[in-house]
């Protein structure tokens, strides 16, 4: 089964973010090849899926690639009739492709238990499109907890618009690109005559 599991633990701030996240998973590994005239972005498959997965951990997945977003009530993972409906009108595309299905939360609870949470609603949302005939071996899931939750939601209707799991088409016809590195500068070295360093506009 595949899955991507990203984790985020409060505690471990003061020593940077931790992610439980495949073997070998490079979300910056993007081999090169040819596209062979499909207009399609030309990374493998594994790769293009690598990317578009750090796309979607960063907060920017490809807006043309998410198929169907659900939304969930206030600590439920259960997909409710209306939302159903979304995944009814979408589940023949999804057996004609790969998907990854990301799950959120809003930023109430603790971290710990929003990354559960998450989790649950995007397997709530596979589990109803493999009853559907999708096939579970084709899909993946992120779950995102309250990563990219509105911190200034007061409350349960304001952070409505965070619970939620999208339905992204790994081949959408769009391009893929991984979030690009941080550039990081080097202050310039003073001359040797003590003059101050010339300042280089960024």
Same mark, same amino acid.
């Given at each position: ?6 984790l985020l ?44 997965? %750090? ?8 807006? +043309? ?6 939304y969930f ?53 596979? +589990? ?11 899909? +993946? ?7 990219? %939750?509105?911190?200034? %939601? ?34 310039? %070295?003073a001359p ?11």
């Open positions: 089964m595949k899955r991507f599991t990203f633990a409060i505690a471990a701030l003061s020593v940077g973010c931790t992610s439980r996240i495949p073997s070998g998973f490079n979300p910056l590994d993007r081999p090169t090849g040819g596209n062979g005239g499909s207009g399609m972005d030309p990374l493998p498959d594994s790769a293009r899926r690598r990317a578009l997965a %750090a796309q979607i951990l960063s907060g920017n997945p490809p807006p +043309e690639s998410i198929l169907a977003t659900v009530d206030f600590d439920k993972y259960t997909v409710s009739a209306t939302e159903r409906a979304k995944i009814d009108a979408i589940a023949g595309r999804v057996k004609a492709t790969e998907v990854i299905i990301a799950g959120y939360t809003d930023h109430f609870g603790t971290e710990e238990y929003n990354l559960g949470l998450s989790d649950r609603r995007a397997q709530s949302v596979r +589990e109803y499109l493999v009853k559907l005939g999708a096939s579970e071996a084709k899909s +993946e899931i992120m779950a995102l907890g309250s990563q990219h %939750a509105d911190k200034n %939601a007061a409350g349960r209707q304001s952070g409505a618009k965070d619970r939620k799991a999208i339905i992204v088409d790994v081949n959408y016809s769009g391009p893929v690109s991984a979030p690009a590195a941080k550039q990081t500068t080097r202050p310039a %070295a040797a005559s003590g003059a101050p360093a010339p300042v280089t506009a960024l």
